[in-house]
């Protein structure tokens, strides 16, 4: 089983930037196509975006697209989070997740996933 585990959350102000990082414990991290989900208190969990295996497919929630960037390092079972330009709305816990694929896409939907980090809080401040 592939093990997640997000960090870089934390406060921040309007405006600023904050980059998550979620590193990934299994031996197949290139087999896996990733993403990033959000769930803010009494809210279902929302998609932010999801990179291809290879991090050549990308695809970002219209909330975030321009302000959001997902990148990939495979050699180091790592996936990062750029936030830029952070909004209030944009407070959530943060999780990674990975999905088994062999398509070379990205996913969407919870429903793909078949693995997830525990998350991490960001909060941004007005």
């Known amino acids: 089983q592939v093990q997640l585990v997000e960090s870089g959350g934390g406060l921040v102000q309007a405006g600023g930037s904050l980059r998550l990082s979620c590193a990934a414990s299994?031996?197949?991290?290139?087999?896996?196509?990733m993403g990033w989900f959000r769930q803010a208190p009494g809210k279902e969990r929302e998609f932010v975006v999801g990179?291809?295996?290879?991090?050549?497919?990308?695809g970002y929630a219209d909330s975030v697209k321009g302000r959001f960037t997902i990148s990939r390092d495979n050699a180091k079972n790592t996936v990062y989070l750029q936030m830029n330009s952070l909004k209030p709305e944009d407070t959530a816990v943060y999780h990674c997740?990975?999905?088994?694929?062999?398509?070379?896409?990205?996913?969407?939907?919870?429903?793909?996933?078949?693995?997830w980090g525990q998350g991490t809080q960001v909060t941004v401040s007005s």
């Open positions: 997740a990975a999905s088994v694929d062999y398509s070379g896409r990205y996913y969407y939907t919870v429903g793909s996933y078949n693995y």
């Open positions: 990179i291809s295996r290879s991090g050549g497919s990308k």
């Open positions: 299994g031996r197949t991290f290139s087999s896996y196509a």
